[in-house]
T-cell receptor
C-alpha cells in the first residue's frame, strides 16, 4: 500500500483563488510528521510547512496552511490567494517514528499546480 | 538559514566515466544528509542516508559500489556515480537535516544536479 497518496496529478486554479491539494497517508506509528514541499521548474525542493502527529492545531506558514484530519489520515495543503509564482509541483511527505535518527521521508507522487492569470 | 548547495548543477559525461556530485550545508552543520534520485515527472526516491564519519546506509535496490557516498565533514557529502551509463541519467538531489525554530527536524534540499550520460 502506498504510504503517501496524492490523488490529483494536476490542478488549474485561477489567480487569487484558494486551492487545496490533497494528501492522505498510511502509517501505524503514533508519532510521525507530515511535510509539504514545492518544486518549481528549476528543480529545487522548497520546504513549505510541517505538521506533527501530536500537534493539536493545524500548522500555518503565511499563505500556507495544513488541514490536518488525523482520524481520516489526511493532511491537505491549503494555499490562500494563489499567485502566479505558486505554479509548481507540490509533494506531500511523511516521516515515521519518534526515534532520533529515523528521519527518512517518504514522498507522494506529487500534484502539478498551474495558476491561471 | 538552512541553505544547502549542490555542485555541479548540470553535468554531461560519456558512458563509463565517473561523476562526483557535492552537497554542502552552507550555514549549519549536518550530521545527516540524504541522497535522492528523481526521474522525469516522478517523485523523489531515497537512495541513501549519509552520516558524517560513518558508512552510508543504502536503500534496497541501490548499488553501493556504483553510488559511492562520502560524508567526510559536517558540511559536505559527496555522491560519486561510478562507471556511469545512460540509465543513470537522472536528477540527483540531496538534503540535509536541520532543526527548525521550535525543534522540528526538517530536511532542507539542495537545488539538484541533472546528470546526462551519453
Amino acid at each position: 500500500a502506498q504510504k503517501i497518496t496524492q490523488t490529483q496529478p494536476g490542478m488549474f486554479v485561477q489567480e487569487k483563488e484558494a486551492v487545496t491539494l490533497d494528501c492522505t497517508y498510511d502509517t501505524s506509528d503514533q508519532s510521525y510528521g507530515l511535510f509539504w514541499y514545492k518544486q518549481p521548474s528549476s528543480g529545487e525542493m522548497i520546504f513549505l510547512i510541517y505538521q506533527g502527529s501530536y500537534d493539536e492545531q493545524n500548522a500555518t506558514e503565511g499563505r500556507y496552511s495544513l488541514n490536518f484530519q488525523k482520524a481520516r489520515k489526511s493532511a491537505n495543503l491549503v494555499i490562500s490567494a494563489s499567485q502566479l509564482g505558486d505554479s509548481a509541483m507540490y509533494f506531500c511527505a511523511m516521516r515515521e517514528g519518534a526515534h532520533f535518527g529515523n528521519e527518512k521521508l517518504t514522498f507522494g507522487t506529487g500534484t502539478r499546480l498551474t495558476i491561471i492569470p | 538559514g538552512a541553505v544547502v548547495s549542490q555542485h555541479p548543477s548540470r553535468v554531461i559525461c560519456k558512458s563509463g566515466t565517473s561523476v562526483k556530485i557535492e552537497c554542502r550545508s552552507l550555514d549549519f552543520q549536518a550530521t545527516t544528509m540524504f541522497w535522492y534520485r528523481q526521474f522525469p515527472k516522478q517523485s523523489l526516491m531515497l537512495m541513501a542516508t549519509s552520516n558524517e564519519g560513518s558508512k552510508a546506509t543504502y536503500e534496497q535496490g541501490v548499488e553501493k559500489d556504483k553510488f559511492l557516498i562520502n560524508h567526510a565533514s559536517l558540511t559536505l557529502s559527496t555522491l560519486t556515480v561510478t562507471s556511469a551509463h545512460p540509465e543513470d541519467s537522472s536528477f540527483y538531489i540531496c538534503s540535509a537535516r536541520a532543526l527548525r525554530v521550535g525543534g522540528t527536524d526538517t530536511q532542507y534540499f539542495g537545488p539538484g544536479t541533472r546528470l546526462t550520460v551519453l
